[in-house]
């Protein structure tokens, strides 16, 4: 059973970096096949997604985000990265990390996720 | 940029069928994807390429999608259906392949 846990502070000054961590168990992010993924939710809102990365380090950002994000993966630690750049209030959020099954190459449905981690943005 | 229609709200009886639709423009030719989130937990896979359903997923749970409707119907509905549901599909206008999910529509359970 694949699992998602995500860590990080979960508290951010405005204009600093936003770090997260999403660490993956019970399969190997190099296996391929998946795409790893960062979505958002702010409170009482619904679901925006970020970005995602393949094993082989390639990525797609939304583009309302890309200036702001970047998205890495670190296979030897079964992990991966969001980095969020300039953040506002407008950031609080709770950031879900969710693997993308996919077809060939094409990104599917998200099946699996994390229990997301709140991230408030304030001095 | 694509976007997804839900109804904000769907209220229903127990027992009774839910039908919570998408809208978008020809979803018909994408393959759309179903969520329920329940009360501070992460969003769950309900329903898959229009109607397949992931395991552990009661047959309550299906799904169609044609022309610019899909519909996420679910049969004799229980309490614990109560929930969040969103829809998601990719898109690949405007050079960039993106995900875009619907606002969500929350169910209740009368």
């Known amino acids: 059973q694949v699992q998602l846990q995500e860590s990080g502070p979960g508290l951010v000054k405005p204009s600093q970096t936003l770090s997260l961590t999403c660490t993956v168990s019970?399969?190997?992010?190099?296996?391929?096949?998946?795409?790893w993924s960062w979505i958002r939710q702010h409170p009482g809102k619904g679901l925006e997604w970020i970005g995602y990365?393949?094993?082989?380090?390639?990525?797609y950002y939304n583009p309302s985000l890309k200036s702001r994000v970047t998205i890495s993966v670190d296979t030897s630690k079964n992990q991966f990265s969001l980095k969020l750049s300039s953040v506002t209030a407008a950031d609080t959020a709770v950031y879900y990390c969710a693997r993308v099954d996919s077809s060939g190459y094409m990104p599917r449905y998200f099946d699996y996720w994390g229990q997301g981690t709140l991230v408030t943005v304030s001095s | 940029s694509y976007v997804l229609t839900q109804p904000p709200s769907v209220s229903v009886a127990p027992g009774q069928t839910a039908r919570i639709t998408c809208g978008g423009n020809n979803i018909g030719s994408k393959s759309v994807h179903w969520y329920q989130q329940k009360p501070g937990q992460a969003p769950v896979l309900v329903v898959y390429?229009?109607?397949d359903r992931p395991s552990g997923i009661p047959e309550r749970f299906s799904g169609s999608n044609s022309g610019n409707t899909a519909t996420l119907t679910i049969s004799r509905v229980e309490a614990g259906d109560e929930a969040d549901y969103y829809c998601?599909?990719?898109?690949?206008?405007?050079?960039?392949?993106?995900?875009?999910f619907g606002g969500g529509t929350k169910l209740t359970v009368l």
């Open positions: 998601q599909v990719w898109d690949s206008s405007s050079d960039h392949l993106h995900v875009v």
């Open positions: 990365i393949y094993y082989s380090g390639s990525t």
């Open positions: 019970g399969g190997s992010i190099s296996s391929g096949g998946y795409y």
């Open positions: 390429d229009d109607s």
